[in-house]
């Protein structure tokens, strides 16, 4: 594809940027091998979403501003590539925001141009097979936020469905959260890992190599827990898996 | 008492102010279908479904036979019965006593000394027989209500409910029926909307029928006129309007 | 079984230790859960259902001043009587003065949130009377001097075995572990309850203004026969549970019993409306207690949404902390999502302000409410409340300010995660790490966590540019 016609911004979310880089390459891959023209706007940090889980509004406004100001410069959509990040700025920013008269506009502009990866691309490209090829057995987790929040079912295991010579089986209670929930995983720890527990009883139960979400909390959540039963089942986010063409 | 009342009103009040009055919705209406047997089919089947009994009749001595025979193979010997004039049919009070069946009534106040044993009694019958005031196709459900002549025991105490319903009472839903029964509940003490026998899964969610109403449930769906039942309910409607403002009085004189 | 000295994390170690305990709650919520799905898909169209029977809450609760003068009048021209209770202790004093001054001596009840909220039995108890509670579930759990874990099925945490030995041991009658035994056993014990108590106290699902009545509705009958036996029936009433009109409350039953259990309409459905006229049974009077206990302050706030809730329990089962950790880990009357929104709610001086952190956030109890009560906000909205008066943690919130100043200046951001990567890289093992100082160390308990990237994203972009520059 030579010919860009399409334009985003790439937030990367403070998981992906720190922890899980990977993803955000292979978004940003994704996106250009898409014919996406991609700006990821310099000095990004972190949406606010843990503090606003946590109580701590203040702090959460702060960061909700400063990531405001950040992606409102330019007209182009703006692509997260997680699910409970899209929510938080498409949902919970209005909200919060919602006395400060001079962001209103701001945070509606900003608001009303965010997609989740899975929800751009089906959504924004009409894109249903990327052209991807992997030989793998892949399981998806739908995240929580991605899935009530945002409300996109169906869209990830679509485009995972038309990996070639993958093959996606279908995860037990795939819509029962892992446990993750930011600092809930530390506030209620115990809680938390009884909750991964019965996730990862899925996804051995399921009979996948490969699991998938669109989530870097989820994923981290998760592969943690399987490093630690010594599974070797691979973590995946979404654009890791559909970059892949062996 | 009046304190808190007066309190209550205004700190509700005082919370109102920050909050909009959403106007209050119509109820989403099902299209009721104008087929009758359809409707009636409905009905069998979905009190079917929640394990009642159902019997139909187009005769009245087949009817007087049927519930006669469910008695019977219940060895039914003593039996709370609604009055003649409040079943359907009026001649089954008469046909069960005369099949040997021994009536049992609810104590009444006045005899206070005696009450435990008459409740004692009560507690012995083996089945009840009523006449419901409609059915709801959707649910299977039927509908029944006290009055003079119509005590609540016989449909929940002994193990077997006997209820006569007439076709033409069938209607398509819950919410048209209640659309239309605002006068029977405004002259009934008690409306009972009954699905089914009693039943529990309070023990690890294993279904158990007859924990304390009736085990089983017989329903007789019958399209005969024997005794026009609109009318008995016309009359009986006036006859418990005047004795509710009998009853109000009475009881401002208690308090 | 939990002790109320407990902490909540304590509580919830207690039940997540409990094997017993998450057979029950994995064989009822998962039923419970899949009964729902199908119950609601009976309904020709659920969701405009549900967002009719949201409506009319919301809009009740909007007028719900007018709504409560209108039921009164309507209760005590049909002869019932109706009191109002500012709080728990005048709610039971009025059941109490009415026992009494009436020589009650005997009581019978059927299931009520509102009396286990206020505590009714251990007060009529003090006051001298027999107290026999009818649903099959509560009375096991009243035979077993415990509390009730879910607000429909209250003794969902106890298997078949432990209430057949239960049974055994209080009643006398042979161990068996079979419900149909079981069940005819409380039917015949029960029984005289019924028939020889004076007084009769039930719950009331919805009252509706229009015409003064209450409707009732239980599967076993029990409702049915605790207010027709006994010569006087209380009722107690949250404030909230009014309705305008007979059309709505057809619409809420639409959706309760399908929400509940997946029924399409519960076994009995009564509508009671004053005491008996002239009929040969039912109760010679009949009183309705209308409690407030914190619910019209909530009125107007945040999370005034909460008054909406018709007691279905579909958010317990759907919730995956319900689901490890059952009803009696939370400490409180409610358990569950829509609990640990009311709970705190309800009573602010209360240790309670750790409920709503149980939760990740997940949505499954909203998606759910057949009145789409949107818990998660509440309990965001909760914690909020938490951290502005100070009870929060304070090492939370002074983390969350050291990041938001960080996060707010990319270069401190940058410094910020090039310090924790060297920190972290100190201790790795293959990419991660296997133990985390406290409080971080619960994380590693049971999972490992990340380092931080050699080269982080931002990292990767600064050198992409770089590289393009010069191209």
């Known amino acids: 594809m030579s010919e860009t016609i399409f334009s985003a911004q790439l937030f990367a979310t403070c998981l992906v940027d720190a922890i899980r880089p990977a993803a955000g390459l292979a978004t940003l891959r994704l996106l250009e091998r898409l014919g996406v023209k991609v700006i990821v706007p310099s000095g990004q940090t972190c949406c606010g979403q843990p503090a606003f889980n946590s109580g701590c509004l203040a702090d959460a406004r702060a960061m909700a501003r400063y990531t405001v100001d950040l992606l409102e410069k330019s007209p182009a959509p703006i692509v997260v590539p997680s699910g409970s990040c899209g929510d938080m700025i498409v949902h919970r920013y209005r909200e919060l925001l919602a006395d400060e008269l001079a962001y209103a506009s701001k945070v509606e502009r900003v608001a009303a141009r965010t997609y989740e990866l899975s929800q751009y691309l089906s959504d924004v490209l009409k894109v249903q097979d990327?052209?991807?090829?992997?030989?793998?057995?892949?399981?998806?987790?739908?995240?929580?936020?991605?899935?009530r929040g945002l409300g996109v079912r169906s869209a990830p295991p679509q485009l995972l469905d038309s990996i070639a010579d993958a093959r996606c089986v279908s995860l037990p209670g795939a819509e029962d959260c892992c446990g993750f929930g930011g600092t809930f995983a530390v506030k209620m720890g115990e809680l938390s890992s009884a909750m991964l527990d019965r996730k990862l009883d899925a996804i051995v139960e399921s009979g996948a190599d490969t699991v998938v979400a669109c989530d870097a909390g989820c994923l981290m959540h998760i592969e943690g827990g399987l490093k630690r039963r010594g599974s070797n089942v691979s973590v995946r986010h979404l654009a890791e898996g559909l970059v892949e063409s062996e | 008492m009046n304190e808190s009342r007066g309190a209550i009103l205004e700190r509700i009040r005082s919370g109102r102010l920050g909050v909009s009055v959403e106007s209050r919705p119509a109820p989403p209406m099902p299209i009721p279908t104008k087929d009758s047997s359809r409707l009636l089919d409905r009905f069998v089947q979905e009190a079917e479904a929640v394990g009642v009994i159902v019997?139909?009749?187009?005769?009245?001595?087949?009817?007087?036979?049927?519930?006669?025979?469910?008695?019977?193979?219940?060895?039914?010997?003593?039996?709370?019965?609604?009055?003649?004039?409040?079943?359907?049919?009026?001649?089954?009070?008469?046909?069960?006593?005369?099949?040997?069946?021994?009536?049992?009534?609810?104590?009444?106040?006045?005899?206070?000394?005696?009450?435990?044993?008459?409740?004692?009694?009560?507690?012995?019958?083996?089945?009840?027989?009523?006449?419901?005031?409609?059915?709801?196709?959707?649910?299977?459900?039927?509908?029944?209500?006290?009055?003079?002549?119509?005590?609540?025991?016989?449909?929940?105490?002994?193990?077997?409910?006997?209820?006569?319903?007439?076709?033409?009472?069938?209607?398509?839903?819950?919410?048209?029926?209640?659309?239309?029964?605002?006068?029977?509940?405004?002259?009934?003490?008690?409306?009972?909307?009954?699905?089914?026998?009693?039943?529990?899964?309070?023990?690890?969610?294993?279904?158990?029928?007859?924990?304390?109403?009736?085990?089983?449930?017989?329903?007789?769906?019958?399209?005969?006129?024997?005794?026009?039942?609109?009318?008995?309910?016309?009359?009986?409607?006036?006859?418990?309007?005047?004795?509710?403002?009998?009853?109000?009085?009475?009881?401002?004189?208690?308090? | 079984m939990n002790s109320p000295s407990m902490s909540?994390?304590?509580?919830?170690?207690?039940?997540?230790?409990?094997?017993?305990?998450?057979?029950?709650?994995?064989?009822?919520?998962?039923?419970?859960?899949?009964?729902?799905?199908?119950?609601?898909?009976?309904?020709?169209?659920?969701?405009?259902?549900?967002?009719?029977?949201?409506?009319?809450?919301?809009?009740?609760?909007?007028?719900?001043?007018?709504?409560?003068?209108?039921f009164e009048a309507n209760v005590t021209s049909v002869g019932g009587q109706v009191h109002w209770a500012s709080d728990a202790q005048e709610a039971n004093e009025i059941v109490l003065d009415l026992a009494r001054s009436r020589s009650v001596k005997r009581v019978v009840k059927s299931k009520s949130m509102v009396s286990e909220e206020i505590e009714l039995?251990?007060?009529?108890?003090?006051?001298?009377?027999?107290?026999?509670?009818?649903?099959?579930?509560?009375?096991?759990?009243?035979?077993?001097?415990?509390?009730?874990?879910?607000?429909?099925?209250?003794?969902?945490?106890?298997?078949?075995?432990?209430?057949?030995?239960?049974?055994?041991?209080?009643?006398?009658?042979?161990?068996?572990?079979?419900?149909?035994?079981?069940?005819?056993?409380?039917?015949?014990?029960?029984?005289?309850?019924?028939?020889?108590?004076?007084?009769?106290?039930?719950?009331?699902?919805?009252?509706?203004?229009?015409?003064?009545?209450?409707?009732?509705?239980t599967n076993e009958g029990n409702a049915s026969l605790t207010v027709t036996a006994p010569r006087i029936h209380v009722a107690m009433m949250g404030i909230e549970r009014v309705v305008p009109a007979l059309d709505d409350l057809a619409v809420m039953l639409l959706v309760l019993a399908r929400s509940a259990t997946g029924q399409k309409l519960t076994v009995y459905t009564d509508l009671l409306t004053g005491p008996r006229r002239g009929d040969p049974d039912g109760p010679e009077e009949l009183h309705v207690v209308l409690l407030d206990n914190g619910r019209s302050r909530l009125i107007g706030t945040e999370v005034g949404e909460v008054l909406a809730c018709i007691r279905c329990g579909a958010c317990l089962n759907a919730c995956p902390v319900y689901q490890q950790i059952g009803g009696h880990a939370y400490g409180s009357v409610y358990s569950g999502p829509i609990g640990a929104v009311l709970t705190p709610s309800l009573d602010r001086e209360g240790p309670w302000h750790v409920l709503p952190e149980a939760s990740s956030l997940c949505g499954a109890c909203r998606e759910v409410c057949p009145v789409r009560i949107d818990i998660p906000r509440m309990l965001l909205a909760l914690r909020a409340e938490t951290v502005h008066t100070g009870k929060g943690n304070r090492w939370v919130r002074v983390g969350f300010w050291l990041y938001r100043i960080a996060a707010t200046k990319p270069w401190l951001f940058r410094c910020g995660v090039s310090v924790v990567r060297q920190l972290t890289r100190m201790f790795f093992v293959n990419g991660w790490l296997l133990r985390l100082p406290a409080p971080l160390s619960i994380w590693t308990q049971s999972r490992e966590f990340p380092v931080i990237a050699s080269r982080t994203f931002s990292e990767e972009m600064r050198d992409r540019e770089e590289g393009s520059g010069d191209e």
């Open chain 1, 130 to 147: 990327v052209g991807a090829r992997c030989r793998r057995t892949i399981a998806y987790h739908p995240s929580c936020h991605l899935l």
């Open chain 3, 8 to 70: 909540f994390k304590q509580r919830v170690s207690h039940a997540l230790a409990d094997g017993q305990l998450r057979i029950a709650l994995d064989r009822t919520t998962e039923r419970f859960t899949s009964k729902r799905v199908a119950g609601l898909a009976s309904l020709p169209d659920a969701d405009a259902v549900r967002d009719c029977a949201r409506s009319i809450r919301l809009h009740t609760l909007s007028r719900l001043d007018e709504y409560l003068e209108q």
């Open chain 3, 121 to 217: 039995n251990q007060a009529l108890i003090s006051g001298g009377l027999d107290v026999v509670e009818s649903d099959l579930g509560e009375y096991i759990i009243q035979l077993a001097g415990e509390t009730p874990s879910h607000i429909i099925a209250p003794a969902v945490h106890k298997t078949r075995e432990q209430i057949g030995q239960l049974l055994a041991d209080k009643l006398g009658v042979p161990m068996t572990d079979d419900p149909v035994e079981m069940t005819a056993t409380a039917r015949s014990a029960l029984r005289d309850v019924f028939l020889q108590s004076e007084m009769g106290i039930s719950g009331v699902n919805f009252g509706v203004a229009s015409t003064g009545s209450l409707a009732i509705v």
């Open chain 2, 55 to 255: 019997h139909r009749s187009d005769r009245c001595d087949l009817s007087v036979e049927i519930v006669l025979r469910v008695l019977g193979d219940a060895g039914v010997k003593r039996l709370i019965s609604w009055e003649p004039n409040d079943l359907p049919i009026s001649e089954l009070m008469k046909a069960a006593v005369d099949d040997g069946v021994q009536l049992v009534d609810p104590p009444t106040p006045a005899n206070a000394e005696t009450l435990s044993r008459e409740w004692a009694a009560m507690a012995t019958a083996d089945a009840g027989l009523t006449g419901a005031v409609g059915g709801l196709a959707d649910t299977g459900t039927i509908v029944l209500r006290s009055g003079p002549g119509r005590p609540r025991l016989a449909w929940l105490l002994p193990p077997l409910h006997v209820v006569v319903l007439h076709s033409s009472l069938v209607h398509p839903t819950l919410s048209v029926f209640m659309g239309e029964c605002g006068e029977l509940v405004r002259c009934s003490s008690h409306v009972a909307f009954v699905t089914g026998p009693s039943r529990t899964a309070d023990i690890e969610q294993t279904l158990t029928t007859g924990v304390h109403g009736p085990k089983e449930v017989h329903i007789l769906l019958v399209d005969h006129d024997c005794n026009p039942i609109e009318e008995s309910e016309a009359a009986q409607a006036a006859t418990v309007s005047d004795e509710t403002r009998d009853r109000m009085s009475k009881n401002d004189l208690v308090q």
